[in-house]
């Protein structure tokens, strides 16, 4: 039975590899987007802020009620 077990694994590797060689030509085409994301990074901290601001806006109102 392991030895059946290690050619099956052996098939597994072999798939894999085949895969990795897939993955190879869209990285160049994940590439452009990972500057998009960096400039995702500055907008989420500009958010933060605005959320500092809802919550002294929220407060307020909790002492009007």
Same mark, same amino acid.
């Given at each position: 039975? #392991?030895?059946?077990?290690?050619? *099956?694994? &052996?098939?597994? %590797?072999? @798939? #894999?590899s085949q895969k %990795?060689? @897939? =993955? =190879? $030509?869209? %990285? $160049? *085409?994940?590439? !452009?987007? &990972? !500057?998009?994301?960096n400039y995702q +990074? /500055?907008?989420?901290?500009?958010? +933060? /802020?605005?959320?500092? &601001?809802? %919550?002294?806006?929220?407060? /307020? &109102?909790? =002492?009007?009620?």
């Open positions: 039975m #392991r030895s059946q077990e290690s050619g *099956v694994r &052996s098939q597994e %590797s072999g @798939v #894999r %990795s060689e @897939v =993955n =190879n $030509p869209q %990285s $160049p *085409v994940a590439n !452009p987007q &990972s !500057p998009i994301t +990074l /500055p907008i989420t901290n500009y958010q +933060l /802020p605005i959320t500092n &601001s809802f %919550s002294s806006l929220k407060t /307020p &109102s909790t =002492n009007l009620f």
